[in-house]
């Protein structure tokens, strides 16, 4: 009898997990119907031309096309290269294409550049159209060729002195700056043949440590360097500037570099504040309407920082301190109410723009559907086990 209730049980054990898997698998099928949505409501808004395909950054001002990461075409171009890897559909594969070829065109015509101090950055220049290139560059070779123009340009842009290498004449952050350079170069580092690249990147981020504001083991880094905004968390400051010492650090076994992390990670440690066993860091100082705000989002708040906490970790740079600021940030995100009304002091980030798919019409990653669209992929992919479709160069997952 033992034996007959013993596989009674496992057999009701079973079917309870089979149940629960196709429960969870039918949810999973649920998520990639509405990036397919995003995907296909971002392609009804395209516009072909002699030079490919692209999308306005707002489906309402058509007469705008941005080539750039954050709100233009090289965003897309990555959403639909992520579309493609989940759903093996050829026609999100020939978007993208489209997409890059229309990137082509940008990058062979220089003007387009000129006059603009954030031209080689990550979000808003040459270094996020490289982002899109390494996304298609594995099914044409024309676009392998057209990543390596890009790190040509970028080495014939680059200004290196006694301190470094540096783009920006005024950035040192992740969005506008040489941190976000930085961060592409060392990713793209890992391709054999992209030596040159590993070099820039090394050479930059070491200019990026004569950029710190050092105060004993700790470092800050201002958002502009004609401006004293001190803008701390990922998008703008020191959360985001350590990421990427801790990445380039690493990868390219540097000690410098990995140490000016390390004093990174200690300077936004040292301005969190624990209450009612919650994390709080302060979206920044320079300007009056900061003074007490703590935001929860990527660019400004806890969200964006806990990746810098778990690159430290993964990195093991300050390791257990890094362990034990991600486990708190992640329970101070699971008990401020989300979604709902946030519990105070915590504010909705201060551009929530990309919540308004539906209610707006922009199609950027950063302010709009393709960054909707990515984060369902992302969530199918924790559902489901798999990959992540789309390697970003500041995700550390």
Known sequence: MKNKYTLLLAALMLS??????????AEAEKVLLLAEDVGRWISGAAILNASGRGWPDDALAPEHTGYDLASGVAGKVVYFAALYKATGKDEYLLEAKQGADFLISVIDDPAQFDGDHRRASLYTGLAGVGVAFLHVREVEPK????????????????????DGTHWSERFNDLIYGDAGTV???????KL???SRAGELAQQGGHFLLTQAIREGDKSRWLFRRDKEFNLPNFSHGTAGVAYVLATAGSQLDDADLRYGARAGFNYVRSIARTADSRLHIPYGWGSDQWQGLYEFGWAHGLTGSSL?????????????QATNLLALSRRT???INLPG??????????????????RAAYTGVFHGAAGIGLALLNMHTSMTGRSPYAEMPDSPF
């Open 308 to 320: 810098m906490f778990l690159r430290m970790q993964q990195a093991n740079i300050n390791a257990d």
């Open 192 to 194: 054999a043949g992209y």
């Open 16 to 25: 309870q997990f089979v149940f629960f898997g196709v429960a969870r698998a």
């Open 183 to 189: 961060l592409f170069l060392t990713q793209l580092s």
């Open 333 to 335: 995100l699971a008990s």
């Open 143 to 162: 676009y392998a060729a057209a990543l390596r123009r890009v790190l040509d340009i970028l080495d014939d842009w680059s200004v290196s002195d006694k």
């Open 341 to 358: 009304a946030v519990a105070e002091p915590f504010a909705e980030p201060s551009t929530p723009l990309d919540y308004r798919f539906g």
